[in-house]
């Protein structure tokens, strides 16, 4: 019995299907065992963040009208800004002044406001201060205080996320920055 070239065309046609089909199965069993983590940037889902952008710069706007905001990192000071929200990880060396703020190890971090109409330090705040790794936040350093330190486990890009409360009036910070190249 003769091979015919149909039979050829028929068999190149089912390697072809069957390695295509191979792929696809493929990519639907990785994309199902990838890990999936929620970005929960100031206290709340991207979602939120997304909808509400606008008005969280207002708010900010708001905010530092009325106070002197400062965060201060490692000896660093920086205002209360959102300026790196807007820049992807890759272009953040080229237009972010933000860069190496944090140590690999110990970190500290001060957070002052004065209240730009009477000039007095403010204390009575509620502060949630989030430093997150950009994609994975098993590594989330959670902290609620005006003032301390926390320590870098290891070295990389890292996110600096804060949401300060005085009364009706909410201030944003969003920095990010990579540790110090040793």
């Known amino acids: 019995?003769?091979?015919?070239?149909?039979?050829?065309w028929l068999g190149f046609f089912f390697f072809i299907?069957?390695?295509?089909?191979?792929m696809i199965i493929w990519t639907i069993k990785s994309a199902v065992n990838t890990p999936v983590y929620e970005d929960k940037s100031f206290s709340?889902?991207?979602?939120?963040v997304d909808e509400n952008y606008n008005s969280m710069v207002m708010a900010n706007i708001k905010?530092?009208?009325?106070?002197?905001?400062?965060?201060?990192?490692?000896g660093v000071k920086r205002g209360f800004e959102l300026n790196d929200l807007r820049y992807g990880q890759r272009s953040l060396d080229k237009k972010s002044k933000?860069?190496?703020?944090?140590?690999?190890?110990?970190?500290?971090f001060k957070i002052s406001i004065l209240d730009k109409k009477t000039n007095k330090a403010i204390n009575d705040v509620k502060v949630e201060l989030q430093i997150t790794r950009p994609?994975?936040?098993s590594e989330d350093i959670l902290l609620k205080t005006l003032?301390?330190?926390?320590?870098i486990p290891k070295s990389g890009k890292w996110n600096i996320i804060?949401?300060?409360?005085?009364?009706?009036?909410?201030?944003?910070?969003?920095?990010?920055?990579?540790?110090?190249?040793?």
């Open 17 to 22: 299907f069957g390695i295509t089909f191979a």
């Open 135 to 137: 994609i994975v936040d």
């Open 63 to 74: 905010f530092n009208s009325k106070y002197d905001a400062i965060f201060e990192i490692n």
């Open 1 to 8: 019995m003769k091979i015919q070239k149909y039979h050829l």
């Open 98 to 108: 933000n860069q190496n703020l944090l140590n690999e190890g110990d970190n500290s």
């Open 162 to 182: 804060a949401k300060v409360t005085i009364g009706d009036d909410i201030g944003y910070l969003y920095i990010k920055t990579m540790t110090k190249e040793k």
């Open 44 to 48: 709340t889902n991207y979602q939120d």
């Open 147 to 151: 003032e301390g330190s926390f320590t």
